[in-house]
Structure formats: structure tokens, C-alpha cells
């Protein structure tokens, strides 16, 4: 299946990144636009499956697909930019800056939410016939999720918000681990299995996705969740968005680069 070195897919982590810093605005969030749509909707997907079938694992065995769409069409995630851009500044590759890393990050995330935000309006439409009438089962398991994953986390203080931010860690080593899946092969299939076998785990386990959580709140509060756009944002939001910081680069970007771009010399043997 055309598999690929570390030493390899790596150096192609921090290609990756640079490409990504001097990316045109337009570009950059068209494609973050694309991949939060594309997100938003596999995750009401898989919601739905697991909902009308009651199998939790079924759902998460197919939420999976709009990853692999999105990455395979070389569309932005947050989560992803999180990994790979920082790895071009820390290779000190001519040109990208602290500034330009913040820029990529600022347009993903604009991009990305107003792609999650756009598909939650759809779904709430297309759900409540125009808003004439209630959503039923999935809106309302959506609204309890919404609720449960801000006030629930409120209720635990300090505790709870640490809660979120180490769930936006666990989130973001799974889900890099799958964007580098995209990069360990020449084969789309081998790709497809790399990605799928991470951000499935995630998704099962319940960890906490920036991008995710941009189409659930809006959606869920659409649909009837009690909550406000402060709960979203303190008890939510921002933790995850950190959370995901810190996986995507101390869990996955880092590690391979200091072992497979920044080698130590090996150990000489007596």
C-alpha cells in the first residue's frame, strides 16, 4: 500500500504547514468553510445513526466519513492547522512567523465555524420543516448533549472546565494521529484506514472537537437547548479550542518532528 517512512511523512508535515502559512486568505477559508460544513454534517449523521438505531458504536464506526472527505479534498481543520503550521516556525523554514502562524489559525477558525454554523441552520430547517414544527428525537438528543456538555461541565467548576480542556487534548491527539494518517501512504485506501482508525476512537469516547462543538451548540441551542452563548463559549468553546492546541502539537506534531526531522545522534556502542 505505498507506505511511507516517518522520516519521510514528517518533513511532509512541516511541507504541509509552511504551504498552509502562505496560503491566500480566499483559499484559506473557503477550504476552513468546506471542512466545517463537511464535519457539521458528519456529525449529525452520526448522531442520527446512533440515535434511531441505538447503537452508540455504529455511530462513531461511521462519523469517520466526513473526516476522510474533507482531508481527502485537502479541506482545513482547526485541528489540524493546530498540528502541522507550527512545525514550519519551529523548522524556522524561511519566511513563516509567529504572525503567520496566527493569521492561518485566525482564518481556519472563521472558516470553520461559519462552515459548522451554515449546516446547523440547514439541519434545523430541513428538521423543523421551516421551523413549524419540532425537531423530534434527534433534536431533541442534540439539545440534551448540548446542555450536558456546558452546564453539565459548569456544575464541576474549575474541575469541569479542566475536564473539557484535557478531553480537547485526548480529542486532538486521536484526531492529528488522523491527519497524519492522510499523509503515511500514496494510497487512498491505505489513507482512508489511517484516518478512519483514530477519529473514530475519539468520536466514541466522547472527547471534545472545536469544530464539532461549532455546528452542536448553535445546533442544539436552535433546537431548543437550555443554555446560553456564554455557557458555549466558557464551559465549552474555549477550553476545547486549547485542549485541541495542546494534543494536536505536545501529542502528535512535536513528538514525531523531534524524532524523525530533529534526531539525536544514535547511542555508540563501546
Known sequence: MAYIEPSEFVTKMVDSGEQKVYMS????????????????LAAIF?????????????????????FIMLYLMKFDLLTGVFTLVPLALIDKRPGVTFGGVMRNWGLVFIGNFGGALTT?????????????TDGGAIAAKVASIGESRTLGYQEHGIGGWLTIFIRGMLCNWM?????????????????????????????????EHSI???????????????????????????????????????????????THVKTSPNRKLA
Request: charged share 5%; net charge neutral.
Open 25 to 40: 486568505t480566499k483559499d484559506t477559508l473557503i477550504r476552513a468553510f468546506m471542512a466545517g460544513a463537511i464535519l457539521g
Open 46 to 66: 452520526a448522531i442520527t445513526v446512533a440515535t434511531k438505531t441505538g447503537s452508540p458504536i455504529l455511530g462513531a464506526c461511521l462519523f469517520p466519513v466526513g
Open 120 to 132: 446547523a441552520f440547514f439541519m434545523s430547517f430541513i428538521l423543523t420543516y421551516g421551523y413549524s
Open 175 to 207: 484526531v492529528s494521529m488522523g491527519v497524519v494518517g492522510a499523509l503515511i501512504s500514496t494510497s487512498a485506501g491505505a489513507k482512508m484506514a489511517a484516518m478512519w482508525m483514530p477519529v473514530m476512537l475519539f468520536f466514541f469516547m466522547g472527547f
Open 212 to 258: 464539532v462543538n461549532m455546528f452542536l451548540f448553535p445546533f442544539s441551542m436552535i433546537m431548543g437547548g437550555d443554555f446560553t452563548v456564554y455557557d458555549y463559549l466558557i464551559w465549552n468553546e474555549i477550553p476545547t479550542v486549547l485542549g485541541n492546541l495542546a494534543g494536536g502539537l505536545f501529542l502528535v506534531g512535536l513528538p514525531l518532528y523531534l
